[in-house]
């Protein structure tokens, strides 16, 4: 089972400013680190190689800096990063992104062999548009099952994947072919520890590093700027709220009486939701008989 992860190096959200004057995210002097859903799709893979054998290749898309990334997955255990980077793909939207990333799972797939699996996160804490899985699923003609929260079963032999995918309103259960992108929801799993002997490799591996045209991009028009029709109007920080935090109990309360009183506070404040919410629980009594 070959087995390819996107992943994408990000700047911390918790570090970055919106400039005052031009709008703009200021990047500089704010550290990078792997996307976080994408680990919860790593540690995924890395589980499903552990059971059923295979490889599993580690690929993202950014300038050269993204290396550092590569390395800290390989750290984890993964048996092959791929760096695609070019001037060319500078300042791709999701639908540019998406176009790049499948050409070189394509050529991943040519040289290591089919893939079967590809897993990303369910989506980027930079962008948060959720686009880029599914649209490479289309462009490579993939099934796709997004927001999963835990696999159920792979069965190589026939081809199939089982899953239980996260939705309004409860979980649904979904079985597929192979081949198939996942996109993985958080909390889905626990990202393991790094052995010592994965740290020392991953130190001294050598990153596949790859331009436009050695990934096999068909169409570098498609890619960057040229092939990004999303423009983005503008870039705020939210309004600081005026109002402070309020204190609801008091010390010494247990939990259920914490829990009691800030019902009653919300009830309070907003007559409707306690009618909201006896309507919702009889409706969902009555489903049930």
């Given at each position: 089972?070959?087995?390819?992860?996107?992943?994408?190096?990000?700047?911390?959200?918790?570090?970055?400013?919106?400039?005052?004057?031009?709008?703009?995210?200021?990047?500089?002097?704010?550290?990078?680190?792997?996307?976080?859903?994408?680990?919860?799709?790593?540690?995924?893979?890395?589980?499903?190689?552990?059971?059923?054998?295979?490889?599993?290749?580690?690929?993202?898309?950014?300038?050269?800096?993204?290396?550092?990334?590569?390395?800290?997955?390989?750290?984890?255990?993964?048996?092959?990063?791929?760096?695609?980077?070019?001037?060319?793909?500078?300042?791709?939207?999701?639908?540019?992104?998406?176009?790049?990333l499948s050409s070189a799972i394509k050529k991943i797939g040519e040289t290591w062999?089919?893939?079967?699996?590809?897993?990303?996160?369910?989506?980027?804490?930079?962008?948060?548009?959720?686009?880029?899985?599914?649209?490479?699923?289309?462009?490579?003609?993939?099934?796709?099952?997004?927001?999963?929260?835990?696999?159920?079963?792979?069965?190589?032999?026939?081809?199939?994947?089982?899953?239980?995918?996260?939705?309004?309103?409860?979980?649904?259960?979904?079985?597929?072919?192979?081949?198939?992108?996942?996109?993985?929801?958080?909390?889905?799993?626990?990202?393991?520890?790094?052995?010592?002997?994965?740290?020392?490799?991953?130190?001294?591996?050598?990153?596949?590093?790859?331009?436009?045209?050695?990934?096999?991009?068909?169409?570098?028009?498609?890619?960057?700027?040229?092939?990004?029709?999303?423009?983005?109007?503008?870039?705020?920080?939210?309004?600081?709220?005026?109002?402070?935090?309020?204190?609801?109990?008091?010390?010494?309360?247990?939990?259920?009486?914490?829990?009691?009183?800030?019902?009653?506070?919300?009830?309070?404040?907003?007559?409707?939701?306690?009618?909201?919410?006896?309507?919702?629980?009889?409706?969902?009594?009555?489903?049930?008989?």
């Amino acid at each position: 089972m070959h087995i390819v992860v996107c992943i994408k190096q990000v700047p911390d959200s918790a570090q970055i400013r919106v400039h005052p004057v031009t709008n703009t995210i200021m990047r500089q002097g704010v550290p990078t680190i792997i996307n976080p859903y994408d680990l919860f799709a790593l540690e995924e893979a890395l589980r499903l190689r552990d059971r059923l054998g295979g490889e599993v290749t580690v690929l993202t898309m950014g300038p050269p800096m993204a290396e550092d990334s590569l390395r800290k997955a390989l750290t984890f255990g993964a048996d092959r990063a791929v760096l695609l980077t070019d001037r060319f793909f500078a300042g791709s939207d999701t639908l540019a992104t998406s176009y790049a990333l499948s050409s070189a799972i394509k050529k991943i797939g040519e040289t290591w062999g089919p893939v079967g699996i590809v897993f990303a996160g369910k989506q980027t804490i930079d962008g948060d548009t959720a686009q880029v899985g599914p649209g490479i699923a289309t462009r490579m003609g993939f099934n796709q099952l997004t927001y999963v929260a835990a696999i159920c079963d792979v069965d190589t032999e026939k081809g199939i994947v089982e899953v239980e995918r996260r939705a309004e309103g409860g979980v649904q259960v979904l079985q597929t072919k192979l081949p198939v992108l996942i996109t993985m929801l958080e909390g889905s799993n626990e990202m393991r520890r790094g052995s010592l002997t994965s740290a020392l490799r991953a130190a001294n591996a050598e990153i596949t590093t790859w331009n436009a045209e050695a990934a096999g991009v068909p169409d570098v028009q498609s890619c960057g700027l040229r092939g990004s029709p999303t423009v983005v109007k503008r870039v705020f920080a939210p309004t600081p709220r005026a109002e402070r935090a309020e204190e609801i109990g008091k010390p010494g309360m247990s939990f259920e009486e914490l829990a009691d009183a800030a019902m009653d506070e919300i009830f309070a404040r907003h007559p409707t939701v306690e009618a909201d919410l006896r309507e919702f629980a009889a409706g969902q009594q009555e489903e049930w008989r």
